[in-house]
C-alpha cells in the first residue's frame, strides 16, 4: 500500500471505528455503574449471605494462598539478585541491597504484581462462575422468586476481596522481604545482620499506607470487573470463556492503568 492510500485509508477507517468504539465503553461503563447501584440493598436472608460471603473468603483468600506464597518467595530472591548484580561499587555498602528490594516489593511488587496475577486466578473464576449461571438460567431463576441477584451473588465477592486481598498482599510483602533475605544469604551476598540494617535505613511508613491504599483499590477491580463480564454473559458456554478472557484483560489493564494514576497522585 502506497504511502498516499495509505493516509488516506487508516484515518478513514478510524473515523468510522471511533463513534462505535464510544459507544461501546459508555455503553459498557453506564451498565457496570448500575449493577454496582443494584447491589446495594437489605439481603432477603442474611444468613444466606454470610454464608456466601464467608465461602468467597476462603475461595479468595485460602484458595489463592499458595499461588501468592510461591511468587512472593521468588520475586524477593530475583530483586536481591539483580540489585546486586547491578550495585557492583565498592562505595555502596550492602545494606543499600536490602533497602532497595523493601521499598521495591512493599511499593510495586507486591501490591502490583501480585493483584496481576489475582487477576487472572481470582477474576477468571468469578467471570466463569456467574457466566455460567446466566447461561443455565440460575440467575433468572432466582430473579423469578424476587431475590436481588447482584446483592446476594456479587456484593459478597466485593466485600470478600475487600478484606482478603489486602490480607494477601501483606503475607505477599513479608515473603518477599523474607525470602530476599535467605536468597542474599544463600548466594554470599550479604549477611543477615546487614540485610536488617538495610531493612532500617530510612524507613517511611507512608509506604506501607500507600501499598494498602493500592490494594482495596486493587481489591475492588479484580471482583467488580470480572462480575459485570460474568453476569451479563449472552450466548453459551464459548461466550463464557470470551467473558473470562475479556475480564481478566480489561481487569489487568485497570490496574496497570490505576497503578500509575495512584503513584501520580499519591507519591
Known sequence: MSRRLQGYVVPTIFRYLWPVMEFRFFHHFGSYLLMLKGMFSRPENMKMFWREFMRQCVDIGIGSFGIVFIISLFMGGVTTLQIAYQLVSPLIPKSTIAQVVRDTIILEFAPTLTCIVLAGVVGSKIASELGNMRVSEQ???????????KGYLILPKILAALIMIPCLISIAGFLGIWGGEKAGEL??????EQYWQGLRQEFKAYNIFFALFKSFVFAFIIA???S???YNVEGGALEIGKASTSAVVVTCVLILFMDYLLAALLL
Open 139 to 149: 440467575i433468572d431463576a432466582q430473579e423469578i422468586m424476587g431475590i436481588n441477584t
Open 228 to 230: 459485570y463480564y460474568g
Open 224 to 226: 467488580s470487573v470480572p
Open 187 to 192: 548466594g554470599g551476598i550479604l549477611s543477615s
